[in-house]
């Protein structure tokens, strides 16, 4: 409904603004969701006001810090409406460093139910504003306006409607210190998860113009959700899950954990083999002419999507175990890939080249995390070819049909 009210170049603009907003997140990161769900005070007040005390200063800081960078940003691009973009969006972060830890409470205890329906109830309100705003004034200001309200919805609803301990400013030095012991390979991993996960949007807009890059950007879009669903599922129950495994009985895990896989892989990988598939038929039924090139971009960022939901339920397993350092490495690899196969995917091909550097660059993460598993006597290569046979299945079950449609 938005590409067809707005225009490529705000989707352009907002990559480069969530980039930034994103980017900060991550730098900031000292992993106090991680250890609110794994640590045995998980459910100590104290603890988690001293969580919450450690999150608002953060919120404070990211905002500022965005402010800040929105000149810097605006030359770096020559686009002048960052200037007043950036520090708007980052009211964002702003609003969700005062989120209440019941949230992370509710993940802890695998209250997905609760948590899901109060994240359905801000996208409704967020997507609501957006909407009507483009209706009566077309402009990227809809799409900004819709996350704040989305945001401040979820900040409302989290101290409203789940149960946990009302959170007030404290803090106790214990707390305090395990929380930034645990949350250091956190805060490495995440400023270099970002930088591998964003860096494809931050090099493009040097190589593209913002037309180009908000169509990449709604490339983007049509495949990104299945991995941030994956990645919900495998950071809400799977980590959880697994982690509390690893407490009380760790022969338990292995089992325990292709078990947690068998319905994610089952659903993700076949539609996103599918999706490889029609991908161009996707674009071309959701969207005008204006953004038909997104269709052959999607047919790889399908494949890349499917290799990333095999990665991240074992990045939690690893977690889970207490191997957070093994983790940071990973993103090593990954923002390495990514910041080296770029350039040179460009030079080979341009925007294709840029996309197969992006699957490369998974797979390169996947061979990692399975050599991990092994050595942590996890791993299981059977159960792993039937999972990569699932994306192949999916791809031809769809390619089978095509053909038949177009003999008759």
């Known amino acids: 409904m938005l590409t067809r009210l707005l225009f490529p170049e705000a989707f352009g603009l907002m990559a480069i603004v969530m980039v930034v907003i994103t980017g900060l ?3 900031s990161d000292v992993g106090t969701g991680p250890a609110i769900v794994r640590d045995k005070r998980g459910d100590d007040p104290a603890f988690l006001n001293t969580a919450w005390t450690i999150q608002t200063i953060r919120g ?3 905002f500022l810090t965005a402010c800040a960078l929105a000149a810097p940003v605006s030359h770096i691009y020559g686009e002048d409406a960052l200037l007043s973009l950036i520090p708007v969006v980052a009211i964002t972060a702003l609003i969700a460093g005062f989120n209440s830890t019941a949230i992370k409470t509710a993940h802890r205890h695998m209250w997905v139910g609760r948590v899901t329906f109060m994240e359905l109830i801000g996208q409704i309100a967020g997507t609501t504003v957006m909407i009507a705003w483009a209706v009566m004034h077309p402009s990227i200001w809809a799409l900004v306006a819709g996350g704040i309200v989305g945001c401040a919805t979820n900040l409302v609803l989290s101290h409203v409607m789940l149960p946990g301990v009302r959170n007030k400013f404290a803090w106790e030095r214990s707390a305090a210190k395990t929380l930034f012991n645990f949350g250091k390979w956190i805060f490495f991993s995440s400023v270099l998860f970002f930088i591998a996960k964003q860096g494809d949007r931050m090099l493009l807009g040097n190589f593209v113009d913002m037309a180009m890059l908000g169509i990449y950007a709604i490339a983007l879009s049509l495949s990104e959700p299945f991995i941030a669903l994956n990645m919900q599922l495998a950071r809400k129950i799977v980590y959880p899950a697994l982690s509390k495994i690893y407490r009380e009985d760790s022969s338990r895990i292995r089992g325990v954990y292709y078990r947690s896989r068998i319905a994610m892989d089952a659903i993700f990988l076949p539609t996103l083999g599918a999706l490889a598939a029609i991908g161009p038929l996707v674009v071309g039924i959701l ?12 047919q790889v960022l399908a494949l890349r999507a499917a290799v990333n939901c095999l990665a991240e339920p074992a990045e939690q397993c690893i977690v889970a175990m207490g191997r957070p350092r093994w983790v940071t490495l990973s993103h090593v690899l990954r923002t390495s890939a990514v910041l080296i196969g770029i350039p040179i995917g460009w030079s080979i091909g341009e925007i294709q080249g840029v996309l197969w550097g992006l699957v490369i660059t998974e797979l390169l993460v996947l ?6 598993l092994a050595q942590l006597v996890i791993l299981d290569l059977k159960r792993e070819a039937l999972a990569i046979t699932l994306i192949a299945v999916g791809y031809m079950f769809v390619e089978i049909i095509i053909t038949f449609v177009r003999i008759t």
Do not use: H, K, Q, S
């Open 287 to 298: 969207y005008d002419e204006r953004y038909i090139a997104a269709g052959v971009m999607l």
């Open 60 to 62: 404070f800081v990211l």
């Open 25 to 27: 997140a991550m730098f």
């Open 367 to 372: 061979i990692y995390f399975w050599l991990r």
